[in-house]
């Protein structure tokens, strides 16, 4: 059930000037739709708003209108603002560099976000678990701000509820959710073009890369997984593989789980592996990622682990089998009861 909007937040929103909003590393649809669609909300009342991530924008999402003024950590000053506004991240290491230069200003944080595992380190913190978007609670929040939602808000908003919801497919896709969408329809936002800018796009690049890694793809006890190495990244000239494999993987009817595990090394050069989860309903990953270190939800997680890929995959592999036996028996026990 949809909780009602901090006050403290709406008071902290109107009676100041300057906002700073960013979101995570690895920003998906839901990062750059909640940071640019509160711009525009933030606007719409008059105040002055600065969106800034941790990377430079993915040419994936440079279709949204305001992505162009998107910042990097090192070309703001912190102390200029009165807020950080830190949407769809569930803890402050998330936001790169800029945690770094907000501790030092002790610029103060207000935190939006739908991740369980927030870790509620702002000064206000409205977390909605079941909110299926971020996306999705700012389109309440632009109705208790009483900011407009503009053509641009609209599209961002939508097309964070796009991404998140898989196209409104995954188990949280409530009748708000829907009732959100139609309202950011009427405003103009294009359904369809979100969907083809977003969802319906696949680089030939990456269809070569899955040829090479799904080969290897394989399924113990009704958990899935396949595993992409650098070389295979490096034959399809892919820099990264794509999560909507962790969907193809998903979809597969003898699995309750799922996994990617991606050959990676980090700054020093040691080899890591990012590994992300699925769940099918009534089964839960988002605990395994947290117990790992990571972060996520019930159906979908994901952490970083030290050590080689083949390592991590025995490890991960085994803790996953482990986690859905012991779901199975409790699911089993609720359904019966
Ligand atoms: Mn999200």
């Known amino acids: 059930m949809s909780r009602s909007v901090p006050l403290e937040l709406i008071a902290a929103i109107h009676s100041h000037d300057k906002f700073l909003c960013v979101s995570h590393v690895n920003a998906d649809g839901d990062a750059y739709g909640s940071v640019l669609g ?24 440079a279709f949204l209108p305001g992505a162009e003024e998107v910042l990097l950590p090192e070309a703001v000053d912190v102390a200029e603002y009165d807020f950080i506004i830190c949407l769809d ?31 509620h380190f ?16 700012l389109t309440r929040l632009a109705d208790e701000l009483f900011a407009p939602i503009d053509l641009n808000a609209a599209m961002c908003l939508l097309t964070g509820i796009v991404t998140d919801t898989l196209c409104f497919r ?27 800018k977003t969802l319906n796009r696949l680089p030939f690049r990456i269809l070569r890369l899955w040829g090479n890694v799904l080969p290897g793809v394989q399924l113990r ?10 070389e295979q990244l490096r034959a399809a000239d892919c820099e990264d593989d794509d999560p909507r494999l962790n969907s193809v993987l998903a979809a597969v009817e003898e699995a309750d789980m799922s996994a990617i595990f991606t050959e990676k090394r980090d700054e020093t050069g040691r080899p890591i592996v990012e590994c992300s989860f699925r769940a099918k ?48 028996i409790v699911f089993e026990g609720e359904v019966s009861t």
């Open 38 to 61: 509160m711009i525009h909300l933030l606007r719409n009342i008059g105040l002055q708003a600065t969106p800034v991530m941790p990377e430079p924008v993915s040419p994936d999402f």
């Open 89 to 119: 991240m569930s803890s402050p290491d998330r936001m790169g560099a800029l945690h770094q230069a907000a501790e030092q200003a002790q610029t103060p944080l207000l935190v939006i976000d739908h991740h369980v595992t927030n870790t």
């Open 122 to 137: 702002g000064v206000v913190n409205w977390v909605e678990p079941d909110a299926a978007a971020t996306c999705q609670m």
């Open 170 to 196: 995954t188990s949280n896709t409530t009748p708000e959710v829907m009732e959100a969408a139609t309202r950011l329809q009427r405003k103009g936002a294009s359904l369809p073009w979100i969907v083809q």
């Open 221 to 230: 006890e009704r958990v899935v997984w396949a595993a992409v190495t650098q």
């Open 281 to 328: 309903p009534g089964f839960n990953v988002g605990d395994v990622a947290f117990r790992l270190g990571g972060g996520g939800h019930a159906p979908a997680s994901g952490c970083t682990l030290p050590g080689s890929l083949a390592e991590v995959v025995d490890r991960v592999v085994a803790l996953l089998i482990q986690e859905r036996r012991r779901q199975a």
